[in-house]
């Protein structure tokens, strides 16, 4: 059963575990990093629901990326 998981979801774990030795090896502190995980996971999500209308509507990526940025 974990076999299958890690096969399914080896791209993603990989990318955590990366981020956990970037995280300790970089040198800065704990929360400065929760900070900005925090923040730009917050303006990618804004930035992600802005362009689901114009995508919806059918105009497009390159017309939303540019009303959504």
Partial sequence: ????????NIVPLFFIVLCVFGGYY???SLPFLINE??????????LVISLIIPI???????FGIVLGA
């Fill in 37 to 46: 995980i925090i923040t730009r996971m917050a303006r990618n999500s804004f």
């Fill in 56 to 62: 919806l509507a059918g105009m497009g990526l390159n």
């Fill in 1 to 8: 059963m974990w076999k299958y998981y890690l096969r399914k």
């Fill in 26 to 28: 970089s040198g800065l």
